[in-house]
């Protein structure tokens, strides 16, 4: 190839897409294959922000930067081609290259497999973060696993939903690179060895210990202008040719390859986010695994530049993205004190300093607990640790509160019982200087309740930042002819500076510019619809109002309401009560946990509610009920742009902050939710008149629940919307064929079990949902109600969420 | 395993002549090293100049030789490579044994302690 051929010249790229044809794939040129033009263009861009992570890398060194390393569970990325397109700045170019030789570039996006490593918006989040963090020229680096098999892939049979593994490696990744020249080793299991040092003192010894490989994957992510190309490191288990090499020296060849195996297995899966209750050894042994590879790197990487560890916590600042890694906190100390010989207290306040976590979930049940006989067998070592932090802390706490046997048992990090405890998020806590929620709802929310004791004693280490999305994936990519039209009005620095979109408010009135709006919603509609047809196989009206609910199915996100809702619509229509105004299409997605059977339940009731209603003559083309398989980042992408009304229903006080709701915000959407998660600030933001908020507030929830009064028979017997309702899953009324299937529901609603208030808020969601009909019939008013939601929406930007990160936790800067 | 043993003085000094400790040969060496501070051998050098790789039960043999010699004796170690001391420092074995850089250093710390 030519001297230039990273150029961002037409002719270089088409040099080098050329030359990953017949070099790479091995393809005769010209190629029709868009597999092939895909790989080819993957690695063509690939060798350009390889290149740039060289660069960046100098400019980091040159500087002397702190770098941020960003521990998460789960990376939920989903396709790079269309990003790295974008942010490089060659989308256009790399269209007219493929369409000179006759290729659709959207043909060759469709190549790429989602990679779905993680379950939904703490995965998305995560993502997010890097884009931004790239984006502002922060040194800011990803560290998860390299599942090999991410979120199962979706399929519906008779309205059940049927698990299939998702092989997204299947074909490989042209964007990662294998690192196995800085593969490390991770210890695991084995016994403590109880002996004195060479003084005398105390020493514990970590021995039997077995050993697993971690072998990087690195994944560039490169900032919009592609000036900055930061990386997500991805650790595979391996066995190690070391450590099993005696194996097969014994002879045991068939031994030797069941120990590759074993090792192997640790990050095959990801693990579905409701399955996590059980305590599954394989769940630990994966969160240890990704905090051990991590921080051996990181701090390989800081000793390259640094003699001592005086300076680690002003160069390094790690952030635990939830709870699965806290481990982390006993892995640094590990590292500092037996590794590196640090005194505990040296060792004790360099870990606090670095540390900071984000805690996603209120659920007390999410909140993970490991039992003290599994963290002995699996990291006996990292179990005295955490024992020899509870007691210095216990210690303190008891110093403030000598007589409150109480209090320290409650923030203790061993929850004492016939099965002992370790409570993660307390390790998090105690071994963090900063502790933030993701909303300012949910803040409070912990600073009240969950964690109030730790914010009585440390107030100043919480902190709210509310989550934010990427407008580069979630507008630029996802909603091109909406972008443009922006850009268009008011140039594009709301690329990088989301705040921008204000400017575009004085065109709210414009009777043109409104009608362009809602063309390009209109054809995001009519793609929307040609995919339904596609893949539910239902026909849909794009006139009618989308009225979307997709995300994780749970309980507490109330699948359920939105079902009840539509029951009571088409009960109300078919009984001749109510005459339709405006035709609707409610349109589902998402996934169920694999052995979540209520969430399963409600996948199956909304087909068999949709079979019902889009089968029945009576409705002709008003309503329609679908449900679109397989909800994924690629899917949602499509659904969120064509959206008019966005469904973010969680009973108040569960959903911690909510990304989706953003999203559809961005995309002009009009929200009807409860004052949950990140709606408050929604509302806050959008103003009253351009939301629709109804139900009860987390405050009244929670002292119904406290003072026990919520009855849900005396709903139902009180209200008739309500009985008709819940009496159609005693009749089986959406089960002719199954009787009894729905009668679950029924049954909970009798015996007083509501445990996410569905009951209370249905009629007031009913009566929002009738003015929500109204007001969409007023078309310039609802296009202007949705252009306020976009020119709004700049404070859910994740690059603000990453500014504040930076300087109210990490304290680091962009290095330009 | 071949293990090359020669006396300076009352000092044993153990060298072994593999890249390898692991649990092939870990048995092997724990019974020699037994064998040999049984038969009186209270002070022993173990020269890991030629090894490269121990794995957790080649570190548990070592442990175990020093547990055998007891209180009445010492086992020092020399000339350990950065790959082996790495895992001398993740056990905390480090801490318990004497470390030097080279034989005469071991031999000669052996001797400040009669």
């Not at chain 1, 068999?608 to 397989?630: A, E, T």
């Not at chain 2, 043999?61 to 082996?84: F, H, P, Q, W, Y």
Request: some cysteine; overall charge negative; glycine content about 6%.
């Amino acid at each position: 190839m030519t001297r230039n051929y990273l150029d961002n010249s037409r002719a270089a790229l088409k040099e080098s897409m050329d030359y990953h044809l017949r070099c790479s794939l091995c393809r005769e040129t010209p190629s029709k294959d868009y597999r092939d033009h895909f790989l080819a263009t993957a690695f063509s861009l690939r060798d350009r922000m390889t290149e740039k992570i060289l660069q960046t890398e100098r400019r980091y060194q040159e500087a002397g930067a702190k770098r941020v390393y960003y521990l998460s569970m789960e990376f939920l990325i989903g396709r790079l081609l269309g990003d790295s397109l974008y942010n490089l700045g060659l989308f256009d170019l790399c269209r007219d290259v493929l369409s000179e030789a006759g290729i659709d570039i959207d043909e060759v996006r469709e190549q790429e497999n989602d990679a779905g490593l993680g379950n939904g918006g703490l995965g998305r989040l995560a993502a997010c973060f890097l884009d931004s963090m790239a984006t502002l020229d922060i040194p800011g680096f990803g560290y998860g696993i390299h599942y090999e098999y991410g979120l199962f892939k979706q399929e519906v049979d008779n309205g059940y939903q049927k698990e299939k593994p998702d092989n997204w490696l299947a074909e490989f990744s042209p964007w990662e690179i294998k690192r196995p020249d800085e593969k490390c080793i991770v210890p695991i299991y084995g016994r403590i060895e109880h002996f004195q040092d060479r003084a005398g003192e105390y020493n514990p010894m970590w021995l039997d210990w077995k050993v697993i490989m971690g072998i990087p994957f690195d994944i560039p992510v490169v900032g919009y202008g592609g000036k900055t190309v930061n990386w997500l490191r991805l650790y595979g288990a391996g066995s190690s040719t070391d450590f099993d090499i005696q194996i097969f020296n014994e002879g045991d060849y068939f031994r030797a390859v069941e120990q590759k195996v074993s090792s192997e297995t640790i990050t095959k899966m990801l693990y579905p986010r409701d399955t996590l209750k059980s305590g599954k050894e394989l769940r630990l042994v994966q969160e240890y695994f990704l905090v051990a590879c991590s921080l051996r790197d990181i701090v390989r990487r800081y000793l390259k530049d640094h003699g001592d560890f005086d300076r680690f916590s002003d160069s390094v600042a790690i952030q635990m993205n939830d709870t699965h890694p806290s481990l982390a906190v006993a892995e640094l100390m590990r590292l500092l004190v037996d590794e590196y010989a640090l005194p505990w207290d040296s060792a004790w306040e360099i870990t606090q300093r670095t540390m900071a976590y984000t805690n996603h979930t209120i659920l007390s049940e999410a909140l993970e607990k490991w039992p003290v006989s599994l963290l002995e067998r699996v990291i006996p070592r990292h179990l005295q640790i955490i024992y020899e932090i509870n007691s210095r802390f216990l210690a303190t706490v008891a110093s403030l509160h000598p007589s409150d046997i109480d209090l320290i048992r409650r923030m203790s990090l061993i929850e004492e019982g016939e099965n002992k405890q370790v409570r993660m998020a307390h390790l998090a806590m105690v071994g963090s200087h900063s502790i933030n929620g993701v909303s300012a709802l949910h803040t409070e929310i912990l600073m009240k309740n969950n964690f109030s004791d730790f914010h009585a004693l440390w107030p100043e280490r919480f902190v709210s930042i509310t989550n934010g999305i990427t407008q580069r994936r979630w507008l630029l990519k996802s909603n091109p002819q909406l972008a443009g039209l922006i850009s268009e009005k008011i140039g594009d620095s709301w690329i990088t500076d989301l705040a921008q979109l204000k400017r575009l408010e004085s065109c709210a009135d414009d009777p043109d510019f409104q009608d362009r709006f809602r063309g390009i919603k209109r054809a995001n509609k009519e793609a929307l619809s040609r995919i339904i047809s596609r893949t539910a196989w239902v026909s849909v009206n794009p006139d009618s109002l989308f009225d979307v609910h997709v995300k994780r199915i749970h309980e507490y996100k109330r699948q359920l309401l939105k079902i009840m809702h539509i029951i009571y619509e088409y009960l109300q229509i078919v009984r001749g009560e109510k005459t339709p105004t405006v035709a609707k299409t409610y349109i589902f997605g998402g996934k169920a946990a694999p052995g979540y059977w209520v969430a399963k339940q409600i996948i199956k009731l909304i087909h068999n509610v949709g079979q019902v209603i889009n089968s029945d003559k009576r409705l002709q083309d008003i309503m329609k009920v679908v449900f679109l398989p397989d909800y994924r980042v690629s899917l949602a992408e499509k659904i969120i742009p064509a959206a008019d009304l966005s469904e973010q229903i969680s009973m108040a006080g569960t959903e911690a902050s909510g990304t989706g709701n953003m999203k559809f915000m961005l995309n002009g959407a009009l929200t009807v939710g409860t004052l949950d998660g990140a709606n408050v600030e929604m509302l806050q933001e959008s103003g009253e008149d351009n939301i629709f908020i109804f139900g009860l507030k987390a405050g009244e929830i929670e002292e119904m629940q406290r003072a026990n009064t919520y009855r849900p028979t005396e709903y139902y017997r009180s209200y008739p919307e309500i009985r008709i309702v819940v009496d159609t899953f005693r009749d089986n009324v959406f089960c002719p064929s199954e009787p009894g299937l729905f009668q679950w529901i029924y049954s909970r609603f009798m015996h007083e079990e509501d445990t996410y208030f569905h009951l209370p808020d249905l009629l007031e969601y009913i009566r929002i949902q009738e003015k929500i009909e109204e007001e969409y019939r007023d078309t310039a008013s609802w296009t202007k109600k949705a252009i306020f939601n976009v020119t709004r929406s700049g404070k859910f930007s994740s690059d603000r969420a990453i500014s504040e990160y930076a300087g109210l936790i990490w304290k680091v800067e962009a290095v330009k | 395993m071949q293990l090359h043993q020669n006396k300076m003085g009352d000092v044993l000094i153990v060298r072994p002549l593999e890249r390898r400790i692991d649990a092939a040969t870990a048995t092997e060496f724990k019974e020699k090293m037994s064998e040999w501070i049984g038969a009186g051998n209270r002070r022993i050098v173990l020269n890991l100049s030629e090894v490269d790789f121990i794995d957790s039960s080649g570190l548990g043999a070592i442990v175990s030789s020093l547990k055998k010699i007891g209180n009445d004796g010492d086992l020092v170690i020399c000339s350990v490579r950065e790959t082996v001391m790495s895992l001398f420092r993740l056990t905390r074995m480090n801490r318990v044994f004497d470390i030097l850089s080279s034989e005469e250093e071991a031999i000669g710390a052996l001797s400040r302690r009669l």
